[in-house]
């Protein structure tokens, strides 16, 4: 049996909430409230509205992200992906699209621009210390684990 969280939301936009597609879906789709198609030319962003605002409880957040076929068939992606929605926001939620590809691309009213997955989030406490553990990994930065 799957667990749903209740989260307040207000939509003020024509289109559904978002919702998942499947049962097992992580995401649910946002829609572009728009009055009118933009364009995005290649390179170029935009902040796209989207009507929903919501209330999540402490301890959760809400991210942003790329829909895969938009990113592979037309090259849009969300620019700050995954772009963080935190509790204490009570604004618009907006998807920062870009164009990576070298054609202009339209987004119309009602468009499917991004996911939303809603997930948990600890909060740290730091504890300085002078000396961490040795891991295998060690000091090693990126790429330092290899190619395969």
Do not use: C
Request: glycine share 10%; charged share 25%; proline share 7%.
């Amino acid at each position: 049996m799957i667990n749903h969280l209740k989260v307040k939301v207000v939509n003020q936009s024509p289109h559904p909430l978002p919702s998942y597609k499947t049962d097992l879906s992580a995401g649910m789709d946002l829609y572009a409230k728009l009055e009118e198609p933009v364009k995005l030319g290649s390179l170029e962003r935009k902040l796209i509205p989207t009507g929903i605002f919501m209330e999540l409880p402490a301890g959760f957040e809400a991210q942003v992200r790329p829909r895969s076929g938009l990113a592979l068939k037309q090259g849009l992606s969300v620019l700050n992906s995954p772009g963080t929605i935190d509790a204490d926001y009570r604004g618009e939620i907006g998807v920062i699209l870009v164009n990576l590809s070298n054609e202009a691309v339209e987004v119309a009213p009602g468009d499917r621009i991004a996911q939303l997955v809603v997930a948990r989030h600890e909060n740290v406490s730091w504890m300085p210390v002078h000396d961490l553990e040795d891991s295998k990994r060690g000091e090693g930065g990126f790429g330092s684990t290899g190619n395969r």
